[in-house]
């Protein structure tokens, strides 16, 4: 649940409790709320993200990358791309950093409910994803069959790849599939190819399925062309896209996709679509 | 809804007791060209018969660039600066203005309120002013030359005074208390503003009805209308700074010399700049002037619910303050096929 001041660009104080590094670029932030009232009804859904406030630089857009069952805790994993990230990626445990949102749709995972669960991640696309597996794992009873599928060019680039692999053994008892596999790698050991390759080893049935998808165009365009000839029910295929979420609440104009029938802001209409938008409304991937 | 009448002298003194009531700007005439809101000393000045002016009223209420917050870095403290809003009289706004400012109460005031604009908006008053088009304009065609909300009142051109809308409860209290320079509404003056309403109508360069143009600019995507005219375009964001429901802005954190304090603050930007879609790591969702010029013509014709026409009102100023002289209205009318004088 979204909980704004009178202002809604004003932020709420978070402390970062724990940084914990991923890859060379990316590292795991975990936030607490400072404000107990707040850290107790902040809520949000799977694929929401929070502009993250850094005084001095800015705010940027990160999507929320924990299970929303933890209250008053939140997870960010985060790139260190550009001059706001940078500054964040230097914070030490204890530090104070401003947090506004959840802001976005989500995936609608109360349509999740009673199907089976595909994950389908490529490089940074697993950090709004794991909100969904880990959700999906907290509400185990709510789902049945679930695959994860998560991508990377180089295995040093794999993210959450100890965790999930880490997972396994349990995993296999669970009904759950993990599949990591890399494309360029020619070093890892384990699997290798893109999503649609490995496609065989989910342990989902088409008719009964969502999906949750993140990841570049190119690997959404191959995977709708895979699930749709599969038989995929097209209703449950969701994808996250990325854009220059500056506001987040759908003013500053900055997030803005579409076409002349169909003008969205990526911040307040998404950044979650279903197939039948992607496919009416030209640009989106 | 209720009418009165007034005469044009009786207008200069009903702007005298708007000017005591609160900053009273209208259009005057800044160059050989252009107009633009002026705050008003002497109410002879206001200019009644004007064409557009080159900032439109938003900037009244959506400021050019703003102070959002006070912040300290090493308290972590972010502080929001209260805004100081004065009574705003715009006097003189046409129907495609109007609209532009429910366009922008659609977006500012919608679930998620901006306090900022909320702050300003509601100690504005909006007096408008009919107008005769010219052949930059087509508010006709975008459903827009007659409004019938926004206003608290609205100024009818007669021969001899003008034909005054109550739109509003605002409205009504500025009339009210100078009895003294209202009159009732006359058959005669009925007829007057039907006439003017005639003629008006007859002045447009173009007739119809844009609805179905959001359809024809999707259907022709690769239309060469594109190519051709963002070769053309420099760039420069004019025709979004000028635009009545252009709203995009950027936001920038100003850190004090003495690196513990600072300013948030936000300024308006345009789709047409490259910075709009860049993001981290050099990757930009717009990254050609192709890209952003195509952007502008389809967020300029999607559908506002709120209002239920375009997001563009047809006011023309993107193409009479256009460096480079693209014409919009006659680059739409040729993906959609449509016939006119341009």
């Known amino acids: ?285 | 809804m209720r009418y009165v009448k007034i005469s044009k002298e009786n207008t200069y003194k009903f702007l005298e007791h708007l000017k005591a009531t609160g900053a009273l700007y209208a259009p005057q005439k800044i160059s050989d060209r252009f107009y633009d809101f002026c705050a008003i000393s002497d109410v002879h000045d206001v200019e009644f018969e004007y064409d557009r002016t080159i900032r439109p009223p938003r900037r009244f209420f959506h400021l050019p660039d703003e102070k959002m917050f006070n912040f300290d870095m090493t308290r972590h403290e972010l502080t929001p600066v209260k805004t100081q809003a004065e009574h705003i009289i715009l006097f003189g706004v046409h129907s495609c203005d109007i609209v532009g400012l429910r366009i922008m109460d659609a977006e500012f005031l919608d679930e998620q309120k901006d306090s900022y604009y909320e702050t300003r908006r509601k100690k504005g008053i909006i007096i408008g002013l009919s107008c005769l088009p010219d052949e930059y304009c087509f508010c006709n065609v975008r459903r827009i030359e007659f409004v019938d909300a926004g206003f608290d009142l609205f100024f009818h051109e007669l021969p001899d005074g003008f034909l005054v809308r109550v739109g509003t409860v605002t409205g009504h209290k500025l009339v009210d208390p100078h009895p003294e320079l209202f009159e009732e509404v006359s058959a005669d003056d009925t007829k007057n503003m039907e006439l003017f309403e005639e003629k008006r109508s007859s002045m447009f360069s173009i007739y119809g009805n844009w609805d179905n143009l959001r359809y024809f600019l999707e259907l022709r995507m690769d239309h060469p209308m594109y190519d051709r005219e963002s070769e053309i375009c420099l760039g420069c964001g004019n025709c979004t700074l000028t635009c009545p429901t252009c709203r995009c802005y950027d936001v920038k954190d100003l850190p004090a010399i003495n690196q513990v304090n600072g300013e948030r603050v936000r300024f308006w930007d345009s789709c047409q700049f490259r910075s709009h879609g860049l993001v981290a790591g050099d990757h930009n969702f717009r990254a050609t002037k192709k890209d952003r010029f195509f952007n502008r013509y389809h967020c300029k014709n999607a559908y506002c619910p709120e209002t239920t026409t375009s997001y563009c009102v047809g006011c023309g100023r993107c193409t009479y303050f256009c460096p480079a002289e693209i014409n919009f209205k006659r680059n739409l009318m040729e993906i959609a096929g449509y016939r006119g004088a341009v």
């Not at chain 1, 696309?125 to 049945?144: C, E, Q, T």
Request: aromatic share 12%.
């Open chain 1, 1 to 285: 649940m979204l909980i704004t001041k009178d202002n809604i660009y004003d932020t709420h104080k978070c402390r970062l409790l724990r940084k914990y590094e991923l890859t060379e670029h990316e590292s795991l932030f975990l936030f607490r709320f400072e404000d107990p009232e707040v850290a107790q009804n902040w809520r949000y859904l799977p694929g929401q993200f929070v502009e993250l406030s850094m005084l001095g630089y800015g705010e940027v857009p990160i999507s929320i990358c924990s299970s929303a069952r933890r209250m008053g805790f939140f997870e960010l994993c985060i790139r260190n791309a550009g001059r706001v990230t940078d500054r964040i990626h230097k914070l030490q445990p204890g530090d104070i950093v401003g947090i506004r949102g959840p802001y976005g749709n989500g995936f609608p995972v109360d349509q999740f409910h009673g199907r089976d669960l595909l994950c389908v991640a490529a490089g940074l696309g697993m950090a709004p994803l794991r909100s969904v597996f880990l959700y999906a794992i907290d509400n185990r009873w709510l789902f049945g069959n679930i695959t994860i599928i998560n991508t990377a060019r180089y295995g040093k680039e794999l993210l959450f790849q100890k965790e999930l692999e880490a997972m396994k053994d349990i995993a296999t008892a669970e009904n759950i599939a993990i599949i990591q596999s890399t494309t360029r790698d020619p070093d890892w050991p384990g699997l290798k190819g893109r999503a649609t390759e490995h496609m065989d080893k989910a342990n989902v049935d088409p008719k009964n399925c969502a999906v949750a998808m993140c990841g570049p165009p190119a690997m959404y365009r191959g995977m709708f062309n895979y699930l749709v000839d599969a038989g995929y029910d097209p209703r449950y295929i969701f994808v996250t896209l990325e854009r220059r979420m500056k506001c987040g609440v759908g003013k500053c104009g900055h997030c803005n996709i579409g076409t002349a029938t169909s003008w969205k802001y990526a911040c307040k209409d998404g950044p979650v679509f279903d197939y039948y938008a992607i496919i009416s409304i030209p640009g989106l991937i």
